[in-house]
């Protein structure tokens, strides 16, 4: 390579390593690869390119592109095989190989990158060829800074959507991978325990006595009571997240369904000896989907009654403050630390200690109630105290348009 080439490929890159642009943000850098004889037109590309900066609305990407040089086809090729750019600039009439012989060197090779070709001898064959042997764009000489700007932007928004599409689809791949392990995780162990029951029943190991089979049969029944609910649950969760869940829209007294839930928590209170008390005014009213305000309180009172200690103590507490209300459940029950709290509204998180290993749930309830209070403009947090209980509090809006969809998770 000449040494003329080598100082203004320095000149650039050093440029746009020293560009304040580049300093304290986050940004999507691409590289470009100019492939042109003439020393000055490389220069010129190089120039109008190096604070060159733009947004990608699509996805909210600022990029930045950082210009590299070729002088031959053959110096590009090697260029390319060592570290593909992300756009390559190429002129059709090069000494040596032409800018159609690379084109065909990376068709060939597969090589992920756009390819612009420009020429003094535009033809619709030459157009035709290029085209043909995967060119993405076409840019003929004399060209203006703005109409190579213009087509390297058209290239560059194509190559970060493109970008941005392959990380999502990974991303989502992988969150399905997460999601059916933990799923078959969840699912194995009272999958298992129902199996070896039903074997002492087929073999009749257990002996004679009839409350032993009585009590396999609870057990069994247990298992699939969990696994009923976390298949409701799962089904909650993914008519929320997907959008597709029907939200009808009614005056709700959320006082009224508090009761309800009460109510439907009251049996397994009872049996623990753990009183439930409403604190509210009469009524508090908002304008919510019935069902959804329904699953946000059994799993807050349920939560509160399974998590508790015999003998203990469940409040509800139901006040408006401004355009919003609020439902606090406290419980005496057996806590949590900072670090278990902090991940508690993840999918699938339940908190496993020696406290909690007898205690069954599905770990999407939480997570099921701060993707509902999200929808109604508001929120689900938790403050706790090891082995002193904790208070579970959400926040809705009382008017949320009835065209208002749970947001994206």
């Known amino acids: 390579m000449r040494i003329e080439n080598c100082v203004l490929r320095l000149v650039v890159l050093c440029c746009a390593r020293r560009n304040p642009q580049l300093e304290g943000e986050d940004m ?244 623990r000896q753990i009183a439930i008390r409403l604190l509210a005014e009469q009524p508090v009213r908002m304008l919510a989907d019935p069902g959804e305000i329904e699953i946000i309180l059994n799993n807050l009172v349920s939560n509160a009654v399974k998590y508790n200690r015999d003998g203990g103590s469940v409040e509800v507490k139901i006040a408006e403050t401004g355009d919003a209300l609020v439902v606090a459940v406290s419980d005496t029950g057996i806590g949590m630390n900072g670090e278990e709290c902090a991940k508690l509204f993840n999918d699938f998180v339940r908190i496993k200690n020696r406290k909690t290993r007898d205690i069954l749930g599905s770990g999407l309830g939480l997570s099921i109630v701060k993707k509902l209070a999200n929808a109604y403009g508001g929120d689900a947090s938790v403050t706790s105290q090891p082995d002193a209980g904790s208070t579970f509090t959400v926040t809705l809006k009382k008017n949320v348009a009835t065209d208002h969809a749970p947001p994206d998770t």
């Open 28 to 271: 999507d850098i691409l590289r470009v690869l100019v492939c042109d004889d003439e020393p000055g037109m490389r220069m010129s590309v190089a120039r109008a390119l190096r604070d060159f900066s733009f947004t990608v609305a699509d996805v909210n990407a600022t990029v930045h592109l950082v210009t590299d040089m070729a002088e031959t086809g053959e110096e590009a090729v090697e260029k390319i095989d060592a570290a593909p750019p992300h756009i390559l600039l190429l002129d059709h009439k090069l000494p040596g190989i032409s800018g159609l012989d690379v084109l065909d060197h990376i068709t060939t090779k597969k090589i992920d990158m756009l390819t612009i070709m420009i020429t003094a001898y535009a033809s619709i064959e030459t157009a035709v060829r290029a085209t043909r042997q995967g060119a993405y764009d076409f840019l003929a000489k004399p060209f203006t800074p703005a109409e190579l700007k213009n087509a390297v932007r058209k290239a560059a928004e194509h190559v970060i959507v493109a970008q941005h599409a392959r990380k999502l689809a990974q991303e989502k791949r992988q969150v399905r991978f997460q999601f059916i392990s933990v799923l078959a995780h969840e699912l194995k162990a009272p999958l298992g325990a129902i199996e070896g029951y039903m074997q002492v029943l087929r073999d009749g190991s257990a002996g004679d006595d009839p409350a032993v089979y009585r009590q396999i049969i609870e057990r069994c029944v247990t298992r699939t009571t969990y696994m009923r609910k976390m298949i409701l649950d799962l089904l909650d969760l993914t008519r929320i997240e997907s959008g597709q869940k029907k939200r009808e829209f009614t005056e709700v007294d959320v006082v009224a369904a508090a009761r309800t839930a009460i109510d439907t928590a009251t049996p397994d209170a009872v049996s």
